[in-house]
């Protein structure tokens, strides 16, 4: 199972709207509605901020958003502040009843 | 609160075994599956193991296949790995993982840290 692709990094501006792409195929992303997308801060465990594509956990800042179409997904971030400059990674459920993490992508606030 | 926190790691030296543990609370535990995932350092992470709730069934990603082993032991809430053959390919923080609705993992442990070297 290859990793899915992910842009190394991505920068925005505060206050700017960034937007992550996640790569798969019709055996991971494709195949189910079951993209998690999370934030991870260096040296720390990763969270949970997106859930089925598009969900967002409870008490989480609705600036977090996720899409998906075909084999690709998306995570965008909205009113990009300071706190989320971070490592964010996306992942999916596959038709091996295995799971597939993305290569990662490392935001960083201008 | 809920908490997962794993224990066991160290310095092992190849061709080696070590076996990492993941004790839970604040939840009920015998009703989650749960997994493994390890990142490398400066590297992604990358899925290791599921098991589910009951202990009855588990996958292994194909890189540590007949080598790595996922149990629990849900009287004790406590989750494991067993490793085996250890390469330095194995070298990484190993986090477990509480899997919820959608397929996802919803909450995390602060990771234990396992170096394969001579």
């Known amino acids: 199972q290859s990793a899915l692709t992910q842009p190394a990094s991505v920068s925005g501006s505060p206050g700017q709207s960034i937007t992550i792409s996640c790569t798969g195929t019709s055996s991971d992303v494709g195949a189910y509605n079951y993209v998690s997308w999370f934030q991870q801060y260096p040296g720390k465990a990763p969270k949970l901020i997106i859930f089925d594509v598009s969900n967002r956990p409870s008490g989480l800042s609705d600036r977090f958003s996720g899409s998906k179409s075909g084999n690709s997904a998306s995570l965008t971030i909205s009113g990009l502040q300071a706190e989320d400059e971070a490592d964010y990674y996306c992942s999916s459920y596959t038709t091996t009843f295995t799971y597939v993490f993305g290569t990662g992508t490392t935001v960083t606030v201008l | ?118």
């Open chain 2, 1 to 118: 609160q809920l908490q997962l926190v794993e224990s066991g790691g160290g310095v092992v030296q190849p061709g080696r075994s070590l076996r990492i543990s993941c004790a839970a609370s604040g939840f009920t535990f015998s009703r989650y599956a749960m997994h493994w995932v390890r990142q490398a350092p400066g590297k992604a992470l990358e899925w290791v193991a599921t098991i589910i709730y009951d202990g009855t069934n588990s996958l292994h990603t194909d890189s540590v296949k007949g080598r790595f082993s996922i149990s629990r032991d849900n009287s004790k809430n406590t989750l494991y790995l067993q490793m085996n053959s250890l390469t330095s390919n194995d070298t990484a923080v190993y986090y477990c993982a509480r899997e919820n609705v959608g397929a996802t993992f919803d909450y995390w442990g602060q990771g234990t840290l396992v170096s394969v070297s001579s």
